[in-house]
């Protein structure tokens, strides 16, 4: 069983930078690969990120590649959303995921969520 929190969300402008952190509960954070996916209103959800057990190995959506970096620290139990240059067309619920295959990329392929933290990026 694997607990995740989100947080780091807020509103900011475009072009400003906000970074995610998911803090997992449980000694076996390492034993997971971990992905960001958000859902803005009237939308499906949509993958964003997504990071090998290791840390070694990151995939990302086209929409975000060059500006969001996703990251983990395994000795904190703690996964990383750093989002540079945001665009009004990132606001959404940012949702983290842990997953035990390799670099989950849909919401089936993930095992436990979190609550989701709100980010708001205004024009």
């Known amino acids: 069983q694997v607990q995740l929190v989100e947080s780091g969300g807020g509103l900011v402008q475009a072009g400003a930078s906000l970074r995610l952190s998911c803090a997992a509960s449980?000694?076996?954070?390492?034993?997971?690969?971990m992905g960001w996916f958000r859902q803005a209103p009237g939308k499906e959800r949509e993958f964003v990120a997504t990071?090998?057990?290791?840390?070694?190995?990151?995939y990302y959506a086209d929409s975000v590649k060059g500006r969001f970096t996703i990251s983990r620290d395994n000795a904190k139990n703690t996964v990383y959303l750093q989002m540079n240059s945001l665009k009004p067309e990132d606001t959404a619920v940012y949702y983290c995921?842990?997953?035990?295959?390799?670099?989950?990329?849909?919401?089936?392929?993930?095992?436990?969520w979190g609550q989701g933290t709100q980010v708001t990026v205004s024009s």
């Open positions: 995921a842990a997953s035990s295959i390799l670099l989950p990329r849909t919401g089936r392929e993930c095992d436990y």
């Open positions: 449980g000694r076996t954070f390492s034993s997971y690969a």
């Open positions: 990071i090998s057990r290791s840390g070694l190995t990151t």
